[in-house]
């Protein structure tokens, strides 16, 4: 199993401020096609997951442009460039590259 | 819009079997293009991958779960199903189906989710 692992678990932000989050995996996501299989996604309180991030770095269709997904290989960042109330929630990034494992969580909450 | 919807017992005994069905509306399930997968999400905890069958019947199971899982879809009905067998406790969770896109690999849609519990 790949194994993907997020700093921080909990993330407190000033609203206008940004966020970064990191998830690391135990082996490369990087495929032969150039793709990395790594995904984003956001769990608002009493809500299901919904996609933020896609291929590491595609926007999903209607999320915000203060969203953006980076990095390659092994190593990823999310990041929020002007933290809004209504980001608060649980953020999963998820290895999609074999049998789908997910980050712990990481809990952003507003200050 | 395409919408998921998860529907069957809140409640199963130890031992038995856990059933679920999903329910795909503004959309057909026998398009080529999607997987349509099964997460699960004890209380409190984080996601777990269950499994995703295409609609041609192919299908890829985690393999901590491998051993009891078997999923199906009905064509006719648009809508998809999970069996888990043997549950226990640790079975009980939230019980979410989700469209997996077959390129970019994924979860684009997801159901509201169900709460199963096992307990005698």
Redesign the interface.
């Known amino acids: 199993?790949i194994v993907m692992t997020q700093s921080p678990l909990s993330l407190p932000v000033t609203p206008g401020e940004p966020a970064s989050i990191s998830c690391r995996s135990s082996q490369s996501l990087l495929h032969s096609d150039g793709n990395n299989?790594l995904?984003w996604?956001l769990q608002k309180p009493g809500?299901?997951?919904?996609?933020l991030i896609?291929?590491g770095s595609?926007r999903?269709s209607g999320v915000p442009d203060r969203f953006s997904g980076s990095g390659s290989g092994t190593d990823f960042t999310l990041k929020i460039s002007r933290v809004e109330a209504e980001d608060v929630g649980i953020y999963?990034c998820?290895q999609?590259?074999q049998?789908?494992?997910?980050?712990?969580?990481t809990k952003l909450e507003i200050k | 819009q395409v919408q998921l919807q998860e529907s069957g017992p809140g409640l199963v005994k130890p031992s038995q079997t856990l059933s679920l069905t999903c329910a795909v509306s503004g959309g057909s399930i026998s398009s080529g293009n999607y997987y349509w997968s099964w997460i699960r999400q004890p209380p409190g905890k984080g996601l777990e991958w269950i499994g995703y069958i295409h609609y041609s019947g192919s299908a890829y199971f985690n393999p901590s779960l491998k051993s009891r899982v078997a999923m199906s879809v009905d064509t006719s009905n648009n809508q998809f199903s999970l069996r888990l067998v043997s549950v226990t406790a640790a079975d009980t969770a939230v019980y979410f189906c989700a469209r997996r896109l077959k390129v970019e690999h994924s979860f684009d849609f997801w159901g509201q989710g169900t709460l199963v519990t096992v307990s005698s």
């Open positions: 199993d299989y995904d996604y809500q299901s997951p919904h996609l896609y291929l595609n999903a999963y998820v999609t590259l049998a789908p494992t997910f980050g712990q969580g």
